[in-house]
């Protein structure tokens, strides 16, 4: 009963914020949002006649993400689903860029926008996909997507869980409605014990907490190549997916570089592609010239905006170096998995609370440096000059990855004994 009224009351706050949200949407995100709006009515749980038809056929397993980042970390995941468990995956994502990109990889059998969590539109489509299971990804716990899943029978899952030290603080405000979203879970698979402990303590059965690592590490490991549009000669650095405010941080840091080192070139990518005029309009203030990776050759050019999404891999195939965004703004930081699987070392500011398990891997495997902004140009400079011990950094961040693979495996294989349980 008292679960009963804690959903309640979360639909009705739900209710009551929705213009809110709709409308900041519309305001911040408007540009992101409209480069998909042909997928709104699935986001209100409207599927097409051919989708509702295709779920009629065959076992569902109904995976559920939220960010870009999210899904390219359970990529080799939803590979594998197919061959080991044998049943189809219907992936449903929120960001319009993570939707996009999943497309464009053909990651499932079926792909579709995430539906709002109102009870009445998640419940059209659970009733329409009749999973036989739910695995949610991360930190994502959506109460009626989750309560539905189990309405309709299915078995409900939690993979690559984890919770920050930050949502972890916050968690434990609201400890006691927790319960409520927690009984809708059948097993929760986290990244460490760390995770395991927080999920424990915040009321998850112990019963149903499993360690498997971090889907993270599986990530295909591509060899790196240096292609005709790479000049030996040219030292990069790639700024990956910088926040709002941190490009003005490490401006100044990286352009001192520049004018140290002349045949240096930066790559900035931010995390968000509408940031960019942002950023143009900052460095032109600064008169420093630019170009955009979508107008064609940049080879030529020491100071490069990556303005094209789903592509930051290619930026970090040219690094030398990688600054990984978010790290040097209290932003929590971003993955630095990517530029480490491409034996690029890696450069951190303070703030990878995000990433925390990751960065002290790397760290301690000598393939990651953690500075303060006031470190950096020293650290660069170093690593610049010292081309024998850069390579050696960016072989021992490849090595740390390598060597924390396997919670693919071992993910499925819980899965796939919950489900014939």
Request: glycine share 6%; hydrophobic share 45%; with cysteine.
């Amino acid at each position: 009963m008292k679960n009963r009224w804690i959903f309640r009351l979360y639909n009705l706050l739900v209710l009551l914020a929705l213009p809110f949200i709709l409308i900041g949407v519309m305001i911040r995100w408007r540009k992101r949002f409209a480069r998909g709006i042909e997928r709104w009515p699935e986001r209100w749980g409207r599927l097409s006649k051919e989708k509702r038809d295709k779920f009629q056929v065959g076992r569902w397993w109904w995976v559920h993400a939220v960010s870009l980042g999210e899904v390219k970390s359970i990529e080799v995941f939803l590979r594998r689903i197919p061959e080991q468990a044998g049943v189809r995956v219907l992936l449903s994502v929120v960001t319009p860029e993570a939707l996009q990109w999943a497309v464009d990889k053909d990651l499932a059998d079926e792909i579709i926008a995430a539906p709002v969590d109102l009870p009445w539109v998640v419940r059209r489509v659970s009733r329409a996909v009749q999973p036989v299971l739910f695995i949610s990804v991360e930190s994502e716990f959506w109460p009626n997507l989750l309560r539905e899943a189990r309405r309709v029978g299915a078995k409900v899952a939690l993979v690559n869980g984890r919770i920050s030290a930050r949502s972890y603080g916050r968690y434990k405000y609201i400890r006691g409605i927790l319960p409520a979203v927690w009984e809708c879970f059948d097993l929760v698979a986290v990244r460490q014990h760390e995770d395991a402990s927080r999920f424990t303590d915040l009321g998850v059965p112990q019963r149903f907490v499993y360690v498997t690592g971090n889907l993270k590490y599986d990530l295909p490991l591509p060899q790196r190549s240096y292609g005709a549009s790479r000049d030996p000669a040219r030292l990069t650095l790639v700024v990956g997916s910088s926040r709002e405010g941190e490009e003005k941080e490490l401006l100044p840091v990286l352009e001192n570089l520049r004018s140290r080192i002349p045949a240096l070139r930066v790559i900035w990518a931010p995390r968000h592609i509408d940031r960019v005029n942002e950023i143009e309009t900052l460095f032109t203030s600064q008169s420093i010239a630019f170009v955009r990776k979508s107008a064609g050759s940049f080879t030529e050019t020491s100071c490069v905006i990556w303005d094209t999404m789903g592509d930051l891999l290619d930026a970090y195939a040219q690094a030398d170096i990688a600054i990984i965004g978010g790290s040097f703004v209290p932003k929590g930081g971003q993955n630095p998995l990517e530029p480490a699987a491409l034996n690029v070392p890696v450069i951190f500011g303070p703030s990878m609370e995000n990433f925390h398990g990751i960065a002290e891997v790397l760290v301690q495997q000598g393939g990651a440096r953690q500075v303060t902004l006031s470190h950096l140009g020293a650290c660069l400079s170093e690593l610049l000059e010292k081309s024998e011990e850069r390579m050696e950094m960016g072989r021992r961040a490849r090595k740390a990855i390598e060597s924390r693979q396997g919670a693919t495996e071992k993910t499925l294989s819980l899965l796939k004994e919950l489900v014939h349980a």
